[in-house]
């Protein structure tokens, strides 16, 4: 179920605190309530410029980094950038990859290479995310996998693990090419977009390619449940694309259920199934790999849910890419939903489509008039918690390096929930 909870939720937790559930019932602070509807074009320019109000009206989302970062200082005395730790093994990562994506066509290897060259990789927010998991699950592996000398086998799982890594970007990649393809999109990562610059036949090819690719890698670790958990996640993007494309009315603009189950197939279940592999790589119990799973799904929601309020919020230089992007697709999210909640009578308009401009500026003023922004915040957030709580539940270590790779995790959840892009 996507909504269900960790069973070990309050259990000592790194350092000594406990983590729970974040929730702040007294708070009932609104994105941009206003009693008297504004015209569309001002009410889309306070959508679109909600930023700073974020930063003035939402304390409560404010304190979301003290529950977790400042209930032992501890954690806060020993913070530290959770890219940085990893940032050697990413460097070899990213010259591995150039190195697994090169193709004997010419065109083919240009197109195929085109996001993982110097300056269009991204953050390369999941291998290290992953690579993160190695480390903090580096505790109790059961016997019979360590037989033999010790420091060759560490250095057998991590390659293995790194593998992981590899393979969960290049599917990571082939998805953002073939969803650029079919949003028609002009830029990725603050540059063309490998469609807009090579035509949507070679992009196609591109993803099809490295998604060829990751499953040569995936098939040298010999291991067959890890492959198969990994291609199911091949399987969730597409039915997860194919969800947002063909989904009915009904489903389309009143059900969360179907929107947070499509979040999970396009998003979520990557990271989730990947961290899962992680742990079965090393061995661990079935229980310890269902925490390293759930982490991951509950990171994934809470990442695409501010994804899905970037949409609105961020600009098109901070994104990368388009902003209002998904509205002008006619994609519903998370705070068009809980608008739609507070004024039904959005579902009229969002049942035009949004190919008259007017339309949208509509839409805009009645979720700026709604909490929609502040309610999937908060629900981000929940999620964000829940992946804590999989971290804090993770059996307990006196290995140092184990226990910063978990507060690194621990932290990345609240970047998810406070980026700005």
């Not at 937790?13 to 974040?22: A, H, S």
């Not at 994105?31 to 889309?44: I, Q």
């Not at 961020?314 to 209002?324: E, H, I, Y």
Request: hydrophobic share 40%.
């Amino acid at each position: 179920m996507l909504f269900s909870r960790i069973s070990r939720i309050q259990r000592t937790g790194i350092n000594g605190c406990r983590w729970f559930l974040f929730h702040r019932p007294d708070h009932h602070h609104q994105f941009f309530r206003s009693e008297n509807p504004l015209p569309p074009t001002e009410s889309a320019q306070k959508v679109l410029g909600c930023r700073e109000t974020f930063s003035r009206d939402l304390p409560a989302l404010h304190g979301f980094s003290h529950d977790i970062h400042h209930q032992s200082s501890s954690i806060v005395e020993e913070q530290q950038d959770p890219f940085s730790l990893v940032a050697d093994e990413l460097s070899l990562l990213a010259n591995r990859l150039r190195s697994m994506v090169v193709a004997e066509v010419p065109k083919l290897a240009s197109a195929a290479e085109y996001l993982f060259k110097m300056g269009a990789e991204g953050k390369r927010f999941r291998p290290t995310v992953l690579l993160l998991m190695a480390t903090a699950l580096n505790v109790s592996v059961p016997k019979p996998y360590l037989s033999g000398p010790g420091d060759v086998l560490t250095k057998e799982l991590r390659a293995r693990q790194q593998s992981i890594a590899e393979i969960t970007e290049m599917i990571h990649v082939a998805s953002l090419l073939h969803d650029d393809v079919l949003d028609d999109a002009d830029t990725r990562r603050g540059i063309g977009s490998l469609n807009f610059v090579m035509g949507n036949k070679l992009a196609v090819l591109a993803g099809d390619f490295l998604l060829s690719r990751a499953c040569v890698a995936l098939a040298s670790l010999k291991n067959t449940e890890v492959v198969s958990l990994l291609a199911k996640v091949v399987e969730h993007l597409v039915t997860g694309e194919t969800m947002q494309m063909t989904t009915t009315s009904q489903q389309r603009f009143c059900s969360m259920e179907y929107y947070m189950q499509k979040t999970y197939y396009k998003t979520a279940s990557l990271i989730s199934n990947s961290c899962k592999a992680i742990a079965l790589l090393a061995g661990q119990t079935a229980e310890v790999a269902m925490l390293a799973y759930e982490y991951g799904r509950n990171l994934g929601l809470a990442f695409q849910l501010i994804d899905d309020i970037l949409d609105f919020t961020g600009t098109s230089a901070s994104l990368g890419k388009g902003s209002l992007s998904d509205i002008r697709h006619g994609i519903i999210t998370a705070p068009m939903l809980f608008a739609m909640e507070e004024f039904p009578q959005l579902r009229a308009v969002v049942d035009q489509g949004f190919d008259d401009p007017a339309n949208v500026d509509l839409a805009l003023e009645y979720l700026g008039k709604s909490g929609g922004i502040q309610r999937a915040r908060e629900l981000a957030t929940k999620h964000a918690n829940l992946a804590v709580a999989a971290i804090d539940s993770l059996p307990d270590s006196d290995d140092e390096e184990v226990r910063k790779s978990r507060r690194a995790l621990v932290d990345l959840t609240q970047r998810v929930i406070t980026r700005t892009k």
